[in-house]
């Protein structure tokens, strides 16, 4: 199993930075990719970036590219958002996703979120 635990969200004003984290514990030697996600308040979770465990390719959605990046420290198993240029369209909570397997078997983990809001 691999589990995960977000950290680092809060209140942010337009155009600030903020930093979230996702430490991974468990199986951890099995997660080939991470993610982050983020659900808004009556919208659908969607995926906001993404990145190979072992090649370090990323690849995020248009709505972030050039103002957010993802990156991984897998001595510390951990993953972070670097957010920037926040907008009020970014409030959400933000899900820490992996997908991990061995032997054939595939599956994927979530974390419980971590709230994202941006206001003035």
């Known amino acids: 199993q691999v589990q995960l635990v977000e950290s680092g969200g809060g209140l942010v004003q337009p155009g600030g930075s903020l930093r979230v984290s996702c430490a991974a514990s468990g199986a951890t030697s099995t997660i080939y990719r991470m993610n982050w996600y983020r659900q808004a308040p009556g919208q659908e979770r969607q995926l906001v970036a993404g990145?190979?465990?072992?090649?370090?390719?990323?690849n995020y959605a248009d709505s972030v590219q050039g103002r957010f990046t993802i990156s991984r420290d897998n001595a510390k198993n951990t993953l972070y958002l670097q957010m920037n240029g926040l907008k009020p369209e970014d409030t959400a909570v933000y899900y820490c996703?992996?997908?991990?397997?061995?032997?054939?078997?595939?599956?994927?983990?979530w974390g419980r979120g971590t709230q994202v809001t941006v206001s003035s």
């Open positions: 996703n992996a997908a991990w397997g061995r032997f054939g078997q595939f599956y994927m983990s």
């Open positions: 990145i190979s465990i072992t090649g370090g390719i990323t």
